[in-house]
């Protein structure tokens, strides 16, 4: 995850050209079937993947789930987040920043 990446990066990887989705206030498990990296423009989500430790991201948050996590999404503040599929990062097999994984 990264915290408020600069306008720069986000330009780098075309974010404002991506989809919106958005979410109210609610609780429920996700399944990724592709890696998928997001941009959160508002609200507040807490992510616990299955077996793992929760991790809460927020607006400014840049963040790649990986392909095959399962987790829960706990929706604190509606939330919209730009979003897409497939990786982005450079180099085959997935990202090269693992430290943008949840």
Request: some cysteine.
């Amino acid at each position: 995850m990264e915290h408020h990446p600069d306008r720069n990066r986000l330009d780098e990887l075309g974010v404002e050209g991506w989809p919106v989705w958005s979410c109210e206030v609610s609780t429920f498990p996700w399944t990724y079937d592709e890696t998928e990296t997001c941009y959160i423009l508002e609200g507040r989500v807490t992510v616990t993947p299955k077996g793992g430790e929760p991790v809460t991201i927020g607006a400014g948050d840049l963040v790649t789930f990986p392909k095959g996590l399962s987790c829960t999404w706990e929706v604190h503040a509606p939330i919209r987040k730009d979003y897409r599929f497939g990786d982005i990062w450079p180099g085959a097999g997935g990202p090269s920043n693992p430290s943008g994984s949840i």
